[in-house]
């Protein structure tokens, strides 16, 4: 009989062979702090859990949701920082039949309320420090993780038995795309299940290797770490806040091996150098996944010279799972200098196993293979806009070299990339279009050297009326999250567009891009 593939098998088998090793370590951001602040806020960190208490936890979860009645392929939605809690649920949640929808604590409380809506979710667990923020978002159970732990985790209870489906949904992933609204991406069991076991082999993933949770976990299922780590006996290291320093000293103190990061956190780590004392840490040891966004090469070159940190390029997106190539040949270009090493790492890399990557006759980068999403939750025709003929279609532009390599050279689709996080245009220029004194305007991505690219819109004003770039940038900070918002704003009296109206954003975007290798930065 066919054995249906699921997050199950990651979590069991971490419970029955290595129950005694300590399979997460969930520190607080400041210890002191956490420490100091006594009763005044619940505790967000658990200390470290071996993998069969872990294990445990995740049973909790889902003997809390049987208690409420909350049925199998129903939603269940976290907003949180990265925690020992939130990584539970993938396997607590998902392990059980229902929908874990994780969502980014970066939106503000209207984004959260739409996808919370959207999703149907019935159960909402919101982070303690998030509380206050998302008091008006609406659901009919929630629950604050640390403070209402009892509800959340009913202990010593069995859950229900769950037969794992791989073809169910065990995720909705939103992201921001080609529409004013995000769109819920659904992955399923075999999705999570063949991303997870292709990144390992290619990354490496074994028992040995210590972790750091530098990415959001909301953030397109941790790309796959928390099923791969688990499944191989690695240890976690839990860290809330993306900090430079706080990631050398975490990886002094626990000695890890293996992180992914976007490229914004990869300069928060380079402008830590300066100020740590002593030698830096991880030499040789540890190695970088990098993607969400190109990372350039001179950052690609100073983590590999000034760290001794090996760099591995993925590509991919929410809707793949998201691996679908890595540049991983460093013994191969060890003969060359660090400037050729680096040139070859810029690509985004040869397919995983199972990956089939194409371009058409635009340049779009396409992909078929088993970690395709099943599609977007409740938005059919999108799905079939997305994906065609068997192919995903990715938005992004590039080729594929000789070697089988593919470069991302720019993008299709309307979306800006700003410290990893994807922000879509058409969301901005919503929110910009509802002020009374705006006529007309284009959100453009721009270069800028701590975020890759920022946002930046142009905008033509209604005869007579007057309004500050300040009043605009905080007309969206009352709808939007921080990191979509406009960093700057320039009124113009036309923008350019095609005789039959459509916005030119290319011709927008060139004169800010003028001398660069690229039309997309990390
Ligand atoms: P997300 O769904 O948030 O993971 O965003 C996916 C998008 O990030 C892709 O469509 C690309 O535009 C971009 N991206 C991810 N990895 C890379 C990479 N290695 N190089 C260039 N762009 C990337």
Known sequence: MKVALSVLDHIDRAAAVYGDRIGVVDEPDQPDREAASGAARPATSLGDLTYRRFAELAKAQAAGLDRLGVGVG???????????????????????????????????????????????????????????????????????????????????????????????????????????????????????WINAATFGWHAGVNDRDVYLHTLPMFHANGWGMPYAVTGMGGQHIVL???????????????????????????????????????????????RVIAAGAPPPSRTIERIETEL?????????????????????????????????????????????????????????????????????WEQPDETAKAIRDGWFHTGDGGFIDDDSYLHI?????????????????????????????????????????????????????????EVTERELIDHCRDNLAHYKCPTSVEFRDELARTATGKLQKFKLRAPFWEGEERQVRG
Not at 141 to 161: K, S
Not at 445 to 456: A, C, H, L, N, S
Request: charged fraction near 25%; aromatic fraction near 6%; include cysteine.
């Open 74 to 192: 129903d939603r269940v939605a976290i907003v949180s920082h990265n925690s020992a809690r939130l990584l539970a649920s993938f396997f607590g949640v998902c392990g059980s039949g229902r929908i874990l929808v994780p969502i980014n604590f970066r939106l503000n409380a209207k984004e959260i309320a739409y996808i919370v809506e959207h999703s149907g979710a019935s159960v909402l667990w919101i982070d303690p420090e998030l509380e206050d923020a998302l008091a008006e978002v609406e659901c009919a159970n929630t629950f604050v993780l640390g403070r209402d732990d009892a509800d959340i985790f009913v202990e010593g209870v069995a859950p229900q038995a769950w037969e794992p489906d791989e073809d169910a949904t065990a995720t909705i992933n939103y992201t921001s795309g080609t529409t004013a609204r995000p769109k819920g991406v659904q992955i399923t069991h075999r999705n999570i």
């Open 308 to 376: 001794g940190w090996e760099m591995i390029q993925i590509y991919g997106l929410t809707e793949t799972s998201p691996f679908l190539t890595m540049n991983r040949r460093r013994q191969e270009w060890d003969h060359l200098s660090a400037a050729e090493r680096s040139q070859k790492l810029v690509r985004a890399g040869a397919p995983g196993i199972g990956v089939r990557m194409a371009t058409d006759d635009e340049g779009e980068v396409l992909a078929r293979s088993n970690v395709v999403m099943e599609g977007y």
């Open 409 to 465: 050279q720019d993008r299709k689709k309307d979306v800006i990339i700003s410290g990893g996080e994807n922000v879509s245009s058409i969301e901005v220029e919503d929110v910009l279009f509802r002020h009374p004194a705006v006529s007309e305007v284009a959100v453009i991505g721009v270069p800028d050297e701590k975020w890759g690219e920022t946002v930046k819109a142009l905008v033509v004003l209604n005869a007579g009326a």
């Open 240 to 286: 809330r806040k993306v900090d430079g320093t706080e990631i050398l000293r975490r990886v002094e103190r626990h000695g890890v091996t293996l992180m992914c990061a976007a490229p914004a956190v990869l300069s928060a780590i380079l402008d830590a150098i300066p100020d740590w004392e002593g030698e830096t840490p991880g030499r040789d040891r540890v």
